[in-house]
């Protein structure tokens, strides 16, 4: 799934970190580093606030199952981070400028989690419908589709070919149902036959 990619890719930028940290590698560019993770973070709490606020008009959000999990895992993560940097800052005179930054880190986790946004996804772009959730990532051409079954587990794109495209390990709402017909029919320029399975298939 996206989040456990996600994680692992934060696991080992920190490992680096402390790699390099440990090691005295890149002296004193070393200290700097961790404002690359700060960016990125930054531009993730920007992109959560920007959809919260409906701004991001040709999109939308629902659970899958892996959310609860990816819900919590920045409040564990930053406050971890930031308790720890915090109390290396009073113990540890070096790396001042790395420890200061790692506090920030985890403040802006703390702050991620709090403007957390679900990552399965249905987004048009171009001419095209694009579905995620986790590491699954459809894309068909919106004249080629033909319609949608929608259940809670899961959505069935099918095309002109009868050829489908699955959007698995969802965690739908019966208001998530009527929430994706309408997106769709609001921003399709054509008819699609959309169907709905009040359980899993």
Known sequence: MKTVKSTIIQI???????LIILTDYLNPIKEFLPILWTLFIIWSIL???KYRKGNATNELRFWTNNDDYNK???????????????????FIEDYLIFLSL????????????????PNGVIWIKD??????????????????LKEISIFQNKIIFVDQTQKQYNLEHLNLELSDFSK??????????????????NNNA
């Open 72 to 90: 919590i895992y920045p409040f564990i993560t930053g406050t971890l981070l930031l308790i720890g940097s915090v109390c290396a800052i009073f």
């Open 127 to 144: 001419k095209e419908l694009i579905s995620v959730s986790g590491n699954q990532k459809n894309t068909i051409e919106i004249e080629k």
């Open 102 to 117: 790692l506090t920030l880190n985890g403040l802006l986790l703390i702050i991620s989690g709090v403007l957390f946004i």
């Open 180 to 197: 994706i017909t309408d997106f769709i029919n609001q921003k399709l320029n054509k008819t699609i036959e959309i169907k709905t399975y």
């Open 47 to 49: 992109y959560n606030i």
């Open 12 to 18: 080992i930028i920190i490992g680096i970190l402390l």
